[in-house]
């Protein structure tokens, strides 16, 4: 593999049992985990090196909730993998239930993957019509005060035919952010699958000037019925 990560998640894979165990080694991945897949739909796998120190916390039909340590690190992180479920009435269970999982402001928490929901039109395009945003989702990220950790590579992360979208996407707390601010998200290009996988380095190989801060800005902020009158400073 190119990048080398130290975990790596896969969804839906439509294969279970020894299928999945083969399938895992050949990444040369020592440990996994996975929510199994019923029939060919849903599933969540979860692979790492021996290196990394990985303790399954919740497993749920939507996301694993994962305590990880590492050796460059300092703090455990808790991770949750995603899998958001296309049935809207279903993926409205998955906000209520990852917000249980915020425990405090004091730990160090991320959730990545794929959230089939968006959080802004300009996320979504069907030639030149504009998606809409999904509201339950907005409320989870709003309530939960997390933060969109943004994107290098292409915009949208899934396509059908004429129709893109940015359905996967990794949000973290503040503490996240405080800890991680050189964090970087990164598109990569799809590999037999119509979702772009995401790479997610806690510390790429770049060097950025002394007192320099991320900007972070979340889109759907400009949907807000008042955002003219705020940034006027009414």
Known sequence: MEHKPDIISLLEPRVSGTKADSVIAKLGLQCSHRVEAISYSWGI?????????????????????????????????????VYGSPNKQMRQFLWSEMRKTILSSQYLWIAIRDFNAILSSSEKSRGLSKGKRCHFFGDFVDSANLFDLGFQGPPFTWHK??????????????????NFSNCMVTHLSKI???????????????????????????????????????????
């Open 45 to 81: 796998w979860i692979g790492w090196k021996e290196s990394v120190r990985f303790e399954v916390v919740l497993n749920h039909p939507q996301f694993i909730l994962s305590r990880v340590w590492h050796s460059s690190l300092s703090h455990p992180i808790f991770i949750a993998f």
């Open 192 to 234: 037999k699958s119509d979702h772009r996988p995401l790479l997610v380095s806690l510390n790429p190989s770049i060097i950025l000037p002394r007192g320099r801060m991320f900007f972070r800005f979340l889109a759907g902020w400009v949907e807000h019925p008042d955002f003219d009158g705020f940034l006027k400073g009414k």
């Open 161 to 178: 035919g004429a129709l893109f979208e940015r359905l996967d996407r990794a949000l973290a707390n503040e503490f996240w952010i405080h």
